[in-house]
C-alpha cells in the first residue's frame, strides 16, 4: 500500500496486521497471523467454526486526513473501526495512537483516551433514551464533572450547529432517526476530540440535510483540523468528503487511495462495481486528466478546479481539446476528448 512508507509524524492512527475473529479463536492464532499465509490463517479460523471479521488489515490515518472506509454490508467496516479505536479487542495486531500502542492500555487510560482523544458516532445512533438531547450531548462532559450551566451551554451551540436548536428539550423516543443521529453527532463533538470515528454518521438523513451534514462536516474538517475515519456505503459521500478511499471485502483490505485512484486504477472488479454507477466525471476535475502542451487555437478554456462534466460539455458541442488555464489566463495544460478513454466502462460517459 502505498502509504505504508508515510513519516510517522504524520501518522496519527497506524494499524498493523490487524486481525478479528469473533468465536474462540484457534489455539496459537497470533503466531499462526505472524507465520502463515492470510489465506490460511482466514481457513483455520473457519474450521474452528469461527467468523474472521478483519483479517490482516494495515494502514495508516495522516493527521488532519478523512479517511472514508467503504464496503459492502458484512465487509467489516464497523469492526474495523472498532478495532480501531479498540471498542473490541483485536485478536492479533497491532494499533499505536501517536505512536503509543493503545492495546497495552489498562482500563482506565484506554477509557481517558477515548474521553478526550477519541469521539465516536455509532451506526445505530446509541443514545441514552432517559435523557433529552441536551443532556445527551452533554453527557461525556458530565462524566468528567463539568459543571451544568458550562456543559449545557456547550451542549447547546453543539445542537444549533446540528440544526437542533428546537428539539432540544426532546427524548430520543421523540425524535426522528435523523434528528437522533445528529445528536449522536453533536454528543461526539464535545469533547473536541482528536480523531472522530463515524460509522454511516448520515445514512439514516433525508438527502437535504444529509447533504447539508456534509457540507457542515467538511467546514468542521476545516476550521477544526479533525482527523476523520468516515464509514459510508455511497461512493459519492466518499469522494466528497474523503481525501482516501479504503475499500474492504470479507474482512480484508482491497485497496486504499485518493478518490481519483480509485476511480482510474481500480484494484480489481469488486472495487470497479463501487464505481460503475456513480457520475465519475462530477467527481473527478480538470487536473486528474490534464496534460501539458497546448489545445488548438480556437479551443475553450476550462479551470484545472473545473468538474470534468463541463470539459465533457465541451468535447460534446464539437471541441477535440481545451486549455486548461490558470487564475491568470495561463495556459498550464491541456485536455482533450481522446484522454476520456480512461473513464470508460465505468460509467462517466453515460450520467
Ligand atoms: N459482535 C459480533 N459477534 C459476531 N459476529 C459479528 C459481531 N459483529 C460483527 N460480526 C460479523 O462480522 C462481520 C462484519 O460485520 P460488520 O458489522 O463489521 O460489517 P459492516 O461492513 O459494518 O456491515 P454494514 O454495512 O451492514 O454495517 C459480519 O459477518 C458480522 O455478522
Ligand atoms: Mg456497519
Known amino acids: 500500500m502505498k502509504d505504508a512508507s508515510a513519516p510517522q509524524k504524520d501518522v496519527i492512527l497506524e494499524c498493523r496486521n490487524l486481525w478479528k475473529v469473533f468465536g474462540d479463536a484457534p489455539d496459537g492464532f ?5 507465520s502463515l499465509s492470510k489465506e490460511k490463517v482466514i481457513a483455520q479460523a473457519r474450521e474452528n467454526g469461527s467468523l474472521p471479521a478483519i483479517c490482516d488489515v494495515s494502514l495508516d490515518v495522516k493527521r488532519g486526513e478523512i479517511l472514508m472506509i467503504m464496503g459492502l454490508s458484512g465487509s467489516g467496516k464497523s469492526t474495523l ?7 473490541v479487542e483485536l485478536s492479533a495486531g497491532e494499533v499505536s495512537f501517536e505512536g503509543q500502542n493503545i492495546l497495552t492500555l489498562k482500563d482506565r487510560a484506554l477509557t481517558e483516551l477515548r474521553r478526550n482523544s477519541f469521539g465516536m458516532v455509532f451506526q445505530s445512533f446509541g443514545l441514552l433514551g432517559h435523557l433529552n438531547a441536551r ?3 452533554a453527557f461525556p462532559l458530565r462524566v468528567q464533572n463539568v459543571p451544568k450551566a458550562a456543559r449545557h451551554a456547550r451542549a447547546d451551540e453543539l445542537l444549533d450547529l446540528v440544526g437542533l436548536t428546537e428539539r432540544k428539550d426532546n427524548f430520543p423516543h421523540e425524535l426522528s432517526g435523523g434528528q437522533q ?5 453533536a454528543r461526539s463533538l464535545i469533547s473536541d476530540p482528536a480523531l472522530w470515528f463515524l460509522d454511516e454518521p448520515f445514512s439514516a438523513l433525508d438527502p437535504l440535510i444529509r447533504r447539508q451534514m456534509q457540507d457542515e462536516f467538511l467546514r468542521l474538517q476545516t476550521t477544526l483540523g479533525k482527523t476523520i475515519v468516515f464509514v459510508t456505503h455511497d461512493f459519492l459521500e466518499a469522494a466528497r468528503l474523503g481525501d482516501r478511499i479504503a475499500i474492504m471485502r470479507d474482512g480484508q483490505l482491497v485497496q486504499i487511495g485518493t478518490p481519483r485512484e480509485i476511480i482510474l486504477s481500480p484494484a480489481d472488479d469488486y472495487v470497479r462495481d463501487f464505481v460503475s454507477d456513480v457520475p465519475t466525471s462530477r ?4 487536473s486528474d486528466l490534464m496534460k501539458s ?3 488548438t487555437e480556437d479551443a475553450p478554456t476550462v479551470a484545472p478546479s473545473d468538474p470534468l462534466e463541463l470539459a465533457i460539455g465541451h468535447f460534446l458541442s464539437g471541441h477535440a481539446d481545451l486549455h486548461v488555464v490558470g487564475d491568470k489566463g495561463d495556459v498550464l495544460g491541456v485536455i ?5 478513454h480512461v473513464l ?8
Open 293 to 295: 502542451g497546448t489545445a
Open 336 to 340: 482533450s476528448r481522446d484522454d476520456l
Open 181 to 185: 443521529q445528529r445528536v449522536g453527532i
Open 135 to 137: 443532556d445527551n450531548v
Open 81 to 87: 473501526l472498532r478495532c480501531m479505536s479498540r471498542l
Open 30 to 34: 497470533g503466531q499462526a497471523t505472524r
Open 344 to 351: 470508460t466502462g465505468q460509467g462517466a460517459q453515460n450520467d
Open 283 to 286: 467527481i473527478l476535475h480538470v
